[in-house]
């Protein structure tokens, strides 16, 4: 079955400090790993995006480590802010064949940063 | 320029009743997907739609069905409602069909009673 299984849940990290999210796959066909950040009241907006052809990408104060052996992929948000404080998800899809389009979600973790 | 617009932004139906939920992509976007997102879950697809026709279908019952017109916008319809049906409903383009790059939009959230 499709999933991608995303830890922690929720997450609570003091402003200036390091989050990490992190996430496992399964189907050995997706090529394509976005992660979108939710705030209450809007849809997700896509933050930064790997392919499995690169082990690292970095956005910013964001950064994806991708681990395609172990199947797993992380978001990294250095130096917190409050402002980053929402829900992030981790996505998933392959970009050939007939599920293109398809992306299949994480169920989220719920960031807060304190002040 | 202006992003993903969905319309209504709320709703409240009857169980039983049909509901059309409304998308316009991005100017220059071929493609339209539909996701819905259960409050606590992440977004969960339900149909593709690139240059008109359906491309992508998720695991959602036949009350369920979508278009898409020749200006690219998009239609979401459920007939039939159960009260599971409560969620907010998003939509997504992109220019290609690839899932590479897809803009969201807000949302529109339904509330069945």
């Known amino acids: 079955q499709q999933q991608v299984k995303q830890s922690p849940q929720s997450l609570i990290v003091q402003k200036g400090g390091i989050s990490i999210i992190n996430c496992a796959y399964e189907n050995t066909a997706f090529d394509y790993f976005p992660w979108y950040q939710q705030f209450p009241g809007k849809g997700p907006a896509l933050l930064i995006a790997i392919r499995p052809d690169v082990s690292e990408k970095k956005e910013g104060r964001f950064t994806i480590s991708f681990n395609k052996s172990a199947k797993q992929f992380s978001l990294h948000i250095m130096d917190s802010q409050p402002g980053d404080s929402a829900t992030y998800f981790c996505a998933a899809t392959a970009t050939y064949g007939g599920s293109q389009g398809n992306l299949i979600f994480g169920k989220g973790t719920k960031l807060s940063v304190k002040p | 320029d202006a992003g993903v617009t969905q319309s209504p932004t709320h709703l409240i139906k009857t169980r039983g009743q049909h509901v059309t939920l409304r998308c316009s992509p991005i100017s220059g976007h071929k493609s339209v997907s539909w996701y819905q997102q259960v409050l606590g879950q992440g977004p969960q697809f339900i149909f593709q739609y690139y240059e008109k026709e359906e491309r992508g279908r998720g695991n959602f019952p036949d009350r369920f069905s979508a278009r898409q017109f020749p200006n690219y916008s998009s239609e979401l319809n459920v007939n039939a409602l159960l009260l599971g049906d409560s969620a907010l409903y998003l939509c997504?383009?992109?220019w290609g069909q690839g899932a590479g790059g897809y803009t969201f939009g807000s949302g529109t959230r339904l509330t069945v009673v």
């Open positions: 997504a383009s992109s």
